[in-house]
């Protein structure tokens, strides 16, 4: 089976760079897609987590409503709160791109646009 997203948006808000108990830097993050066919938008939300390598690159790169493109894979996370079963799908991170005019990104040209902080075939956190 393939689980394989490619995604583009607008980030919702300024990434927050935290680190786990055991020390890997994660940002959770949200991107924004919408488009419109005559009175009507279609709005799609993705909540996206990347972690070491990536998770700094976004932070130190992205910005709230700066474009941004995404791959990954899709996973459900599950937890439990009050004794009900919660879950929801969130966007591995795996590769981000620059997207838009080059002025708007905030790295000014100093990375390249296809930048990929992981090499191919290595272990993910996930």
């Known amino acids: 089976m393939i689980n394989h997203l490619t995604y583009q948006g607008r980030m919702v808000a300024d990434p ?6 055991s020390g890997t830097k994660v940002v959770n993050f949200r991107v924004a897609w919408s488009e419109k066919y005559k009175d009507k938008e279609n709005k799609c939300f993705l909540e996206c987590k990347a972690f070491s390598a990536q998770a700094e ?4 790169y992205f910005t ?58 290595a272990e993910l956190p996930f």
């Open 57 to 60: 690159f976004l932070a130190k």
């Open 64 to 121: 709230k409503g700066q474009e941004i493109g995404l791959e990954g894979k899709l996973n459900t996370e599950e937890w439990e709160t009050d004794g009900q079963k919660r879950s929801k799908i969130v966007l591995m991170v795996s590769a981000i791109h620059f997207c838009g005019k080059k002025e708007s990104n905030a790295g000014g040209g100093e990375v390249q646009p296809n930048m990929t902080p992981v090499e191919p075939g």
């Open 16 to 21: 927050e760079l935290r680190e786990t108990n």
